[in-house]
């Protein structure tokens, strides 16, 4: 859908907001976003408010990114490098 796609900046100024670092992955950003949202909620800090909506803000936007442009690799289908040395990958552990 045009027009949803956030900007890297809006992504950088959303991770901001959540006080995470530019490589949060998506499970860093929803326990940040609980623990803010449980912090500020109006319910429970009446003077939170305008907070709770910036960082509820950040977190839709930085769930839209994660659900659009982040794909999971899948293991089995990674392809090898055309070097492919295993005696290499066994000394260095996890395969890239």
């Known amino acids: 859908m045009p027009g949803l796609e956030p900007s890297e900046r809006e992504r950088v100024e959303a991770l901001k907001t959540l006080g995470l670092p530019r490589r949060a992955r998506a499970d860093e950003v929803r326990v940040a976003y609980v623990e803010l949202a449980r912090k500020l ?39 090898k490098p055309a070097a492919f040395d295993e005696r290499w990958w066994t000394a260095f552990g996890e395969r890239v």
Do not use: C, M, S, T
């Not at 408010?49 to 839709?60: D, L, P």
């Open 41 to 79: 909620h109006p319910d429970v800090n009446p003077d939170g408010a305008e907070r709770f909506r910036q960082v509820a803000a950040a977190y839709e936007l930085l769930r839209r990114y994660h659900r659009h442009y982040v794909k999971p690799i899948d293991p089995a289908k990674r392809e």
